[in-house]
């Protein structure tokens, strides 16, 4: 069974199919209609949730999409939806401010936007309105515009006391009493196991290899909701909190296994400043509260953002099949299209990055059609070496480029030995034509892919030798666009 908060009232599971998702058991089951679908992959923020989870000894809010998240990932958190917001007949500032501000029209996406906005209440994160953009990143409108919902999110969205504050003491506890060393079962024609330590799952998983593995579950569960396949037996691992350390040390950077993209951002923001900022882009906030970088390289997609970054700092995998350890690099994981070095019953344990294999030069840029939330459509990582003007080490990766991410060997040989002068990039550049043959598909010709990873090396030299090399199209702040409100 599992246990949860649905508000301040206890819901106790064990009847549930695992393949359920919170918004079609919130709808079906609890008769609550706020949370809409729009899209049933995470992508417009309709279905927005709100989760609160204890974090030390204060309640933490984060935001998810109800339409991908499992039902059994709610074991042991508190769920909020729009319909608990108000005290009474007293909006909450938020919706209140919605009103307010005309900040909704056909009113399919406000529910999604007051629980995000609420979350970035809770979070003290909404005092300027950059903030307020990154943190609506993840939730789209179709008739009313933004800017009324942006105003209503700056008027809102300020620290105050509410109902759930009052009731934080409570919250905690009742939330800690939840807490159960024992493996946890939800079981009803399918199955879902929710061990409490990695030793508990390195045992599951061992006797249980056909199962899916649960991490942040943000591209398993499209695999329900897009592609209509029932998961016969599901491991949950977000009971696991020793999965969830990072750890920074003199020497390497050690990141758990279920440790989700956004503590990855404010973790090695100070320490690789190049990949966090790529973090900001990797995907709307409802889903980086919840993926996990492991997760991004275990489903061995060609365009996921981590796996390149990984590749040019050369990182290595801890993986672990029972009770045995093994070290992997990175470079040696990826197999072909989808397939990893993983042996049944093996998993990913922890992520790690030597802190000597980072380079100050490290950098790393995202293609994509839409500057947040969106599907690369290439990505390349650059990690330079230099002694003087000369190349002394050299790893170029890219995503979008092959059947997997890789490296490009022939472009790295190219640059080394020489200063980063036109005649050396346009060489790096020819020779990536070697390292690479891409695919067309709906997102780019095999022709603009090459075109664009040939351009992001000549930007790499540019910005290594400071020569101007970029317009900085992409803010799309609209704080300084005139409006009529």
């Known amino acids: 069974m599992i246990q949860f908060l649905l508000n301040q009232n206890l819901k106790t599971l064990d009847d549930v199919d695992p393949n359920t998702t919170v918004l079609n058991w919130l709808r079906g089951s609890e008769h609550r209609c706020g949370s809409k679908e729009g899209c049933a992959s995470g992508d417009c923020g309709a279905c927005t949730i709100v989760l609160g989870q204890v974090d030390g000894e204060k309640m933490r809010y984060d935001t998810a999409n109800s339409c991908i998240t499992l039902i059994s990932q709610l074991d042991g958190k508190q769920l909020l939806t729009v319909e608990d917001l108000s005290a009474g007949e007293e909006l909450h500032p938020v919706q209140q401010a919605m009103a307010d501000c005309h900040a909704s029209q056909c009113g399919f996406c406000t529910p999604g936007f007051v629980m995000s906005g609420f979350a970035l209440q809770k979070a003290n994160s909404g005092r300027d309105r950059h903030e307020i953009e990154k943190g609506l990143a993840g939730n789209l409108c179709r008739c009313t515009g933004y800017h009324p919902i942006i105003d209503a999110m700056q008027k809102s969205c300020v620290p105050a006391t509410d109902k759930f504050s009052h009731a934080e003491p409570e919250t905690v506890s009742r939330l800690q009493a939840l807490q159960r060393p024992d493996t946890s079962e939800l079981k009803k024609s399918n199955r879902c196991l929710l061990p409490k330590s990695v030793s508990q799952l390195a045992v599951l998983y061992l006797e249980n290899p056909q199962a899916r593995l649960l991490a942040g579950g943000t591209d398993l569960a499209l695999t329900i909701t897009q592609q209509y396949q029932t998961l016969p037996l599901i491991i949950g691992m977000n009971q696991i909190d020793e999965l969830k350390t990072i750890t920074v040390s ?3 950077i050690r990141i758990g296994a279920m440790a989700a993209l956004q503590a990855c951002h404010e973790t090695l923001l100070p320490v690789i400043p190049a990949f966090a900022r790529v973090l900001d882009r990797f995907a709307s906030p409802q889903i980086r509260h919840h993926a996990t970088l492991a997760g991004n390289l275990a489903n061995a ?5 981590g796996a390149p970054m990984l590749l040019a700092l050369g990182a290595e995998l801890e993986l672990r099949r029972g009770d045995a350890l093994r070290r992997l690099p990175l470079d040696e994981f990826f197999l072909s299209y989808r397939k990893t070095a993983l042996q049944r019953g ?7 990055i030597n802190r000597n294999d980072i380079s100050p030069t490290f950098c790393a840029w995202k293609i994509s059609k839409r500057m947040d939330d969106d599907i690369s459509t290439v990505f390349g990582a650059f990690n330079l070496e230099f002694n003087g003007d000369v190349v002394t080490g050299a790893r170029l990766a890219f995503g979008g480029m092959a059947a997997t991410p890789v490296r490009a060997k022939s472009a790295e040989q190219a640059l080394m030995g020489s200063p980063l002068t036109h005649q050396t990039v346009l060489r790096a550049c020819e020779a990536l ?5 891409p695919l067309t598909d709906f997102r780019g010709s095999g022709r603009y892919r090459l075109k664009v990873a040939q351009n992001l ?6 910005q290594l030798t400071e020569q101007p090399h970029a317009l900085e199209v992409q803010n799309y702040s609209m704080e300084e666009q005139p ?3």
């Open 346 to 352: 093996e998993f990913i344990s922890a992520v790690i």
């Open 301 to 305: 997609s060609p365009i996921g953002d």
């Open 250 to 252: 003199e020497s390497q």
């Open 433 to 437: 034509a070697a390292d690479f043959q």
């Open 483 to 485: 409006h009529v409100n």
């Open 457 to 462: 090396l000549r930007r790499l030299a540019l």
